[in-house]
């Protein structure tokens, strides 16, 4: 499942060497972060001194908004500070994809770029929002309608290894999981996944009243990313699930290493790790060279096949 990417590939790189990767379920693995690092002062910075200005969890910058929510009362020098150093990792790592899978950029939905300062490891969370338990992505800023969830991690804790683990891929956990987690795909008829009259509507009123506010996308919904979501918290709250051996796989992720991934493909769980940035796009499946592989194709074809 670990594809790497070490300097020398990346040096005799085909056009679709690395979106065909992704689209066949891989984490592509760069031993060497290919983006720019922020300053070693500003890696000291956002490591030893941003954890204690935090409100939420994370820190996350939104282009949407050109906001950072969950920032503590700090005065303007610092918050500018936080920001140029969240804008600058999102700008590199949306410049290395434009060149180096340029296929997934092409009128792509380029979302936060966040950064986990908190040890994952025991955090005690609500098993919706603990990345300790194995999952898939779902619904990532609202509807994603069947497009795909990319993420691109780069662990800055010069110490630790940031530690995942899996248990497969969606075909795979779909045909062991879909029905007991109460999927629609085996009772389907005609239209399965396809957006009704109210998601329609629905849809539209969200995206004019979002031409004001952009942060009420994440209201919106469609049958396929409520599909998702079920299987998503079936995960989440199945302790069976979660105990389970077959499949299960962990990577290490070592100090200043990066790994890419479509996580509405690939299961997956942060088992412990301090210090990551996160940073989330919505790529267009119609960009997909491999779309049969996609989430929405493979539930389409599990309802065909039933």
């Known amino acids: 499942m670990l594809d790497t990417f070490d300097n020398e590939r990346l040096n005799h790189l085909q056009a679709d060497d690395i979106s065909d990767s992704l689209e066949r379920g891989s984490v592509v693995f760069f031993p060497e972060s290919p983006v720019p690092l922020p300053s070693a002062e500003d890696q000291a910075f956002i490591r030893q001194e941003l954890p204690e200005l935090l409100r939420l969890k994370n820190i996350s910058y939104h282009p949407e908004t050109g906001r950072i929510p969950g920032l503590g009362k700090v005065d303007a020098e610092l918050a500018e500070r936080v920001k140029r150093i969240l804008v600058s990792v999102s700008n590199d790592i949306a410049a290395f994809l434009a060149k180096n899978a340029p296929r997934l950029v092409d009128?792509?939905?380029?979302?936060?770029?966040?950064?986990?300062?908190?040890?994952?490891?025991?955090?005690?969370?609500?098993?919706?929002?603990?990345?300790?338990?194995?999952?898939?992505?779902?619904?990532?800023?609202?509807?994603?309608?069947?497009?795909?969830?990319?993420?691109?991690?780069?662990?800055?804790?010069?110490?630790?290894?940031?530690?995942?683990?899996?248990?497969?891929?969606?075909?795979?956990?779909?045909?062991?999981?879909?029905?007991r987690a109460g999927l629609g795909y085996a009772k389907a008829g005609k239209g399965y996944l396809e957006k009704g009259p109210l998601d329609h509507t629905r849809s539209g009123l969200i995206n004019l009243l979002a031409t004001g506010a952009p942060v009420l996308k994440v209201l919106d919904s469609s049958p396929f990313d409520r599909e998702m979501r079920k299987f998503h918290n079936y995960m989440k709250d199945t302790p069976s699930f979660q105990q389970e051996t077959r499949g299960h796989e962990e990577f290490r992720f070592p100090p200043f290493s990066a790994w890419m991934v479509f996580t509405d493909m690939v299961s997956h769980a942060c088992l412990s790790g301090q210090h990551a940035f996160v940073h989330t796009s919505i790529v267009r499946l119609e960009n997909c060279r491999l779309p049969e592989l996609a989430p929405l194709n493979i539930l389409r074809q599990a309802a065909v096949s039933e």
């Open 107 to 179: 009128n792509w939905t380029i979302g936060t770029c966040s950064f986990r300062p908190i040890q994952e490891q025991g955090r005690d969370l609500d098993p919706h929002a603990s990345n300790e338990l194995i999952h898939v992505d779902a619904g990532a800023y609202g509807a994603t309608n069947g497009d795909r969830i990319l993420r691109f991690f780069i662990n800055v804790n010069p110490t630790e290894d940031r530690v995942w683990a899996t248990k497969g891929n969606f075909p795979e956990l779909l045909k062991i999981h879909g029905e």
